[in-house]
């Protein structure tokens, strides 16, 4: 009984073995090759596996070298399709595709993330000022700079160098990467300047010249050379040079002063202002003064000099004392008490006001 069960037994098993065979088979035929139009990759060799789905155990074996980091290459189709029958790959389905495209994939840094980068490692160093105040002058040009894609990590300084005398920094970046390999190692050197804004002429100018918008521009000028006291744009506009100065030269704060409002030898009005009197007549400037100035002046009616303050354009302000009046006197018969007559009359002394004529 036993014997004929086990004979059933391995009967069925011999029955469904090219069952099974025939569907190992039918998946081997669905699973075919196919060629990829597209292919990116990250390391610097193309794989069978990158330019074919269903590579198998074949998929590893490697059969061109990658473009360069971040371009892109083509490869015709019936090259490739060589270079995989040359690994006993056959069968591959091209679908009608021409050429393999293969894009090289890459961490990029732009020149400017890496002037940045250095501006901020060199920033408040050795005297240095804000980041973005520095002038960066590089040995070599900095250009677009490419990694490994796996290079996934900042832009870390790790080594920052600079000199005061001359301005030459060397600095030196890791970028780590996520594989635990090495990290990137990059390293630039060259000169940096501190500059400010600074207010510059676009034309020579003199004296008392008082600076419209056409004349000022701004431009960034070197700290060292034109000192802290350099004035800016918005600040000079309006102001008067105390100076002669040329075009392309920056504008310092000490070389300018709020504008003249009285010129001299220019004809101006007197004011003469007190408590219930304000009198004008013409006057002639003895000389030039702004807004506050004390200058003297002629008063063309009396031929006199008086001084006075500057108050507006071609106006001075001249102070007429208050003469003061005397205590009133009481009688010779009131006692400290005020028992006086009321009615008894005080006796007050008086005083004319200056005259304008007579200043």
């Known amino acids: 009984m036993m014997t004929a069960r086990a004979f059933l037994l391995a009967a069925a098993l011999l029955a469904a073995t090219p069952a099974t065979a025939l569907a190992q088979a039918s998946e081997e035929i669905i699973a075919a090759p196919v060629l990829r139009a597209s292919v990116t990759v990250e390391s610097d060799v193309v794989r069978i596996g990158d330019v074919i789905d269903n590579a198998g155990t ?8 990658a473009p ?3 371009t892109t290459g083509s490869l ?3 090259q490739v399709i060589a270079a995989l029958q040359a690994h006993q790959v056959i069968g591959v389905d091209t679908r009608d595709i021409k050429a393999v495209s293969v894009t090289r994939l890459s961490r990029t840094f732009e020149g400017k993330e890496i002037e940045s980068a250095v501006a901020h490692a060199l920033e408040h160093r050795s005297g240095l000022g804000d ?3 520095l002038s960066l002058r590089f040995d070599r040009d900095v250009g677009d700079i490419r990694l ?3 290079n996934t990590g900042a832009l870390q300084p790790v080594s920052v160098r600079f000199e005061p005398r001359n301005g030459r920094f060397d600095i030196s970046f890791e970028v780590s990467n996520e594989n635990n390999t090495p990290s990137a190692k990059l390293r630039f050197t060259g000169i940096a300047i501190e500059t400010v804004e600074a207010a510059v002429l676009t034309r020579n100018v003199e004296r008392s010249d008082v600076l419209k918008s056409s004349d000022v521009v701004t431009e960034r000028r070197p700290k060292a050379e034109v000192g802290s006291d350099v004035a800016v744009r918005s600040r000079a506009l ?3 040079m105390r100076k002669q100065l040329r075009a392309g030269q920056a504008i310092k704060t000490a070389d300018l002063g709020k504008p003249d409002l009285v010129q001299r030898d220019d004809n101006v009005t007197l004011i003469f202002e007190s408590a219930g009197l304000y009198l004008t007549v013409r006057g002639k400037a003895m000389e030039a003064g702004t807004e ?6 002629i008063n063309l009616q009396s031929k006199r000099t008086v001084s006075g303050v500057v108050v507006g354009r071609d106006q001075v302000a001249i102070s007429v004392a208050t003469p003061r009046l005397p205590a009133p006197t009481l009688p010779a018969s009131s006692d400290v008490s005020g028992s006086a007559d009321p009615a008894a009359p005080v006796s007050v ?3 004319n006001h200056v005259s304008p004529k007579d200043e």
């Open 131 to 133: 980041a973005a105040n």
């Open 349 to 351: 002394a008086t005083s």
């Open 76 to 78: 015709p189709t019936a």
């Open 58 to 65: 074949s998929a590893q074996i490697a059969i061109y070298r």
């Open 292 to 297: 506050g100035d004390v200058v003297n002046v």
């Open 68 to 70: 360069d980091l971040g």
């Open 238 to 240: 309006g102001m008067q």
């Open 148 to 150: 490994e894609a796996s």
